[in-house]
């Protein structure tokens, strides 16, 4: 069957009326968090990990994407209305969008957000059904050796790329590493101190529940007071025709940024939608408009997030390699059913890819339907007091983490790993690294281990494969580049105005 | 003597506010008009932000009596309104009422109540137009 057929399979089963409660569960869910700053789509699907359990994989894994491509829509409406960024991949939307809503044109910077949001989300899922089983079909062929030098690659590329200090990026990487260690799974016990309930390694459900969540919700109670913000009132969305004149080609640009930088294991959202913001700024028109309110400024980056999100499952399907943290918590809800994600995905779960596939779409449509009319009501979100809804956060945590074994020493990790989190928001380690390795340390150690089975112990089956050595040269090049940079930077006088702000930290 | 006000960015603000000038205006008194957050939301409606705040002020300054705008943040919003009154020792307290089910009451609490229950000063309770 081709890919078409199989699709139209995907939307029969993506219709059903299960399958379109959970789409539409997932992209109310999304919003939602999308708005409120501080919680995004990783920390809520790591919560919802525990339904898992209950609801069937195909169920779980539309809502899991709805919720995805959510909080990229709900982002935009915080940073707009509040100029606040709902979400990291939103804080260029702030730069115009609030200057826009400032001169009386919120509900067009609205408008133009959500319906290029829409616009590239669509193109984005179509270019991922496109290549994704393409890709798969390729990689499928390749050994234990060439997946462990991609991993290698999405490990350090993640960790040196985003963020900005790679020390601080690293320190992520190799707890999250060490996290993964823990356990017999190896056969002789690891960082287990003893303790017989560690024999079976640290549930990654306690880990990104204490990371994203309580780690988030201790740091918020540090910080519980704030003077409020001014939020600008706002009607319903609308746009004229100029507007849409002026907005249509930065949709597009918008995913042409998004959708690659997605697919690549250091994507993320953040740089698309920066790169989009200033290629606006230079193709204008109306260069006197930026910095007081221009709709490209808002258009592009917005688009570019949402293609993101879609280049973003590429990878994360064809290859099992997840680049931002909510693919890589998608990935541990996919482990958690004992679907491997990668190539053998689409031969052997089929039926499940494509209905994922298609709930994507129609959770796309669903999300224009939903915020169109319905964006005052989401600002509405913004006056929830936060010891309520932290509260509400902590109690699904604790469920969540408890449920795993029934175990109080679950709660116990949960709590420790939450305090982890907390010092991580404090000294400005990122999340990602660390949940990408506790993630991807096992599989990682599973291909070494394989391949050096295979060659009997001989290291150099390492790079015996040519995409092997091609990603090897690709590491070495970004080395070099990196310690070049470094060299240029000590060399230059230092800027006595170092940035030294902290890293917002979203989760 | 002067007279103090309680006051919202909302029609119940308003609404104590417009009172709260007249009294002071008709007696020559001193208007202080205290203005409470929680600040445990990302946005409070009710707290007058930088625009509105100024707005306030210099309807403020116009008026012939001697007022002044207090805008401050604390978990006990009623209890910040009775440290006022206790500071300026007010001849009235102004505060806007609303109707509340004893469900929103439950949940929510009541401001005014606590304050017409508490303040060592009369307190009029004033409902918006309409």
């Known amino acids: 069957m081709d890919s078409l057929s199989l699709l139209m399979d995907g939307f029969g089963s993506a219709l059903t009326p299960t399958n379109l409660l959970y789409a539409a569960l997932g992209v109310l869910l999304g919003t939602a968090v999308g708005v409120l700053p501080g919680i995004g789509p990783a920390m809520t699907v790591a919560l919802l990990l525990p339904v898992t359990y209950n609801v069937s994989p195909s169920s779980a894994l539309i ?25 990291s991949s939103s804080v260029v939307t702030a730069i115009e969008g609030n200057k826009m809503a400032k001169a009386g044109r919120a509900a067009q910077a609205l408008a133009t957000a959500a319906i290029g949001s829409f616009v590239a989300g669509s193109i984005g899922t179509a ?96 910080h519980l007071r704030r003077k409020p913000l001014d939020v600008i009132p706002v009607g319903v969305p609308w746009m004229s025709r100029d507007d849409l004149r002026r907005s249509w080609r930065p949709w597009l640009r918008g995913t042409a940024f998004g959708f690659p930088f997605g697919a690549l294991p250091a994507g993320g959202a953040e740089m698309p939608t920066f790169l989009s913001y200033i290629t606006e700024r230079k193709l204008t028109k109306k260069p006197e408009e930026f910095g007081h309110g221009a709709i490209e400024g808002v258009a592009g980056p917005e688009a570019a997030n ?31 059913y004992g679907i491997q994600p990668g190539p053998a995905l689409f031969d ?104 050096l089975a295979i060659s009997s112990g001989d290291v150099s089956t390492l790079w015996s494969e040519p995409v092997a050595v091609v990603v090897y040269a690709v590491l070495i090049l970004g080395g070099l580049a990196l310690a070049a940079k470094s060299v240029i930077d000590a060399r230059a006088p230092r800027d006595t105005s170092a940035p030294d702000e902290r890293e917002k930290v979203d989760a | 003597m002067t007279v103090l006000v309680a006051y919202s960015a909302d029609v119940y603000g308003e609404a104590a506010l417009d009172h709260g000038i007249a009294e002071a205006s008709a007696a020559g008194e001193r208007l202080v008009v205290v203005n409470v957050t929680r600040g445990d939301a990302l946005v409070d409606e009710r707290y007058a932000g930088a625009d509105a705040a100024g707005s306030l002020r210099s309807r403020l300054e116009a008026l012939d009596v001697e007022a002044e705008l207090r805008q401050s943040m604390s978990p006990d919003v009623a209890g910040e309104v009775l440290a006022a009154a206790g500071e300026v020792s007010p001849r009235i307290l102004v505060v806007g009422i609303r109707r509340r089910t004893p469900l929103g009451k439950l949940v929510m609490g009541s401001v005014a109540q606590r304050l017409i229950l508490e303040a060592h000063c009369p307190v009029v309770a004033v409902k918006p137009a309409g």
Request: cysteine-free; glycine content about 10%.
């Open chain 1, 127 to 222: 270019l991922l059904v496109l290549v994704a089983a393409p890709v798969a079909d390729v990689v499928v062929e390749l050994g234990a050796p060439s997946y462990f030098a991609m991993m290698l690659l999405a490990l350090l590329a993640v960790t040196a790329v985003l963020g900005a200090s790679r020390l601080r990026g690293f320190i992520g990487l190799f707890l999250g590493l060490a996290i993964g260690l823990v356990g017999t799974q190896t056969g002789q016990p690891r960082l287990t101190f003893g303790q017989p309930l560690l024999a079976d390694g640290i549930d990654i459900v306690v880990v990104a529940v204490a990371i994203f969540a309580v780690g988030e919700a201790l740091w918020v109670a540090a």
């Open chain 1, 306 to 336: 949402n293609a993101s999100a879609a280049g973003t499952l590429v990878p994360l399907l064809a290859l099992g390699l997840p680049t931002t943290a909510t693919a890589a918590v998608i990935l541990a809800a996919m482990q958690g």
């Open chain 1, 348 to 451: 052997n779960e089929s039926a499940l890819v494509w209905t994922l596939l298609a709930s994507l779409f129609i959770a796309n449509a669903l999300l224009l339907a939903l915020n169109l009319p319905m964006a005052p009501l989401w600002a509405k979100l913004l006056r929830t007091p936060r010891p309520y809804l932290y509260a509400g956060i902590l109690f699904f945590a604790s469920l969540g983490a408890y449920s795993v074994n029934f175990q109080w020493f679950d709660l116990l990790l949960l709590l420790v790993f939450g305090l982890l989190g907390l010092l991580m928001r404090r000294f400005g380690i990122p999340v990602l690294p660390l949940i990408i390795g506790v993630i991807l340390g096992p599989t990682l150690e599973y291909q070494l281990a394989q391949a």
């Open chain 1, 63 to 87: 809502m899991f994407a709805g919720i995805y491509y959510g909080g990229m829509y709900g982002g935009s409406t915080t940073s707009i209305l509040l100029n606040t960024p709902g979400e």
